[in-house]
């Protein structure tokens, strides 16, 4: 897709995620989400910090100055827990001021600037034009993780069409020690025909399902609703989601 498309949908997600705010109250957003020790707060907070941490990148590849994502994991853990009890009110102008500071920086980058290389929190290198993807996963994924109405079923196709290549994409790049109870698996979306075979061969469990189903799964952000395995069993657990971008 075009990166000027993906601001656009990124932008749209987020004003999404504003409106599952104003439903809720201040007690909603100290509740539980679906993020282990998280409540709704710090995923908000972690919503808007990410669109602060990726703007680093894209300001790494406008000056060449190596800016990190975070200064470190104690500082981002610390600002989520700083902004995790603020009201929904408060939360949602957060997540809205940072994510029109992140459009802008994206919005102006220079042309040559969108293939500087940056690096990902976890260490791995790409594009500057993949730091808005980035931003789309994040945006969606953790739309869910609010566990307040929005699911994978709520998710733009377009959105879907891209995060399921790319999953399949970048899952079969991972070594294959990495493919965890998925290793000897295929996965076959049954809708667009998109496979990745994770060291599969012929007669070997195949996992199968819609690509919004498939995704949903792939990422954790559901159990496996509309994905059938053959031979009959339970769903292997998929491996920790995003992937390494496979390709950079």
Same mark, same amino acid.
């Not at 993020?35 to 790494?60: F, K």
């Not at 199968?208 to 990422?219: I, P």
């Given at each position: ?38 409540? !709704? ?68 980058? /220079? ?15 790409? /594009?500057?034009? %993949?730091?808005?993807? !980035? ?23 377009? %959105? ?14 991972? /070594? ?28 070997? /469990? ?43």
């Amino acid at each position: 897709m075009d990166v000027r498309d993906v601001i656009v949908e990124v932008d749209l997600g987020v004003e999404r995620v504003v409106r599952t705010l104003t439903a809720l109250t201040d007690r909603d957003v100290r509740a539980p989400s679906l993020m282990p020790g998280w409540s !709704r707060g710090h995923v908000v907070t972690h919503i808007a910090r990410n669109a602060d941490s990726l703007w680093n990148l894209l300001e790494w590849a406008r000056t060449g100055v190596k800016t990190p994502q975070y200064p470190s994991m104690e500082s981002r853990d610390a600002d989520l827990a700083a902004g995790a009890a603020r009201t929904p009110a408060e939360l949602a102008e957060d997540v809205r001021a940072s994510q029109a500071r992140f459009t802008e920086r994206a919005r102006t980058l /220079p042309e040559e600037a969108w293939s500087a290389p940056v690096q990902a929190m976890m260490g791995w290198t790409h /594009p500057a034009w %993949y730091t808005v993807l !980035r931003r789309w996963h994040e945006v969606e994924a953790h739309h869910v993780d609010l566990a307040a109405g929005y699911g994978p079923a709520d998710w733009p196709e377009a %959105y879907v069409r891209w995060a399921l290549t790319s999953t399949l994409a970048d899952l079969a790049a991972l /070594p294959e020690t990495s493919w965890a109870a998925l290793a000897g698996h295929r996965i076959v979306a049954t809708d667009s025909g998109e496979t990745a075979g994770l060291g599969w061969v012929p007669g070997g /469990p195949e996992a199968s399902g819609s690509g919004r189903a498939l995704l949903g799964w792939l990422s954790g952000r559901s159990s496996g609703a509309g994905v059938a395995l053959r031979p009959d069993g339970p769903l292997p657990q998929p491996p920790p989601w995003p992937h390494p971008a496979a390709g950079f």
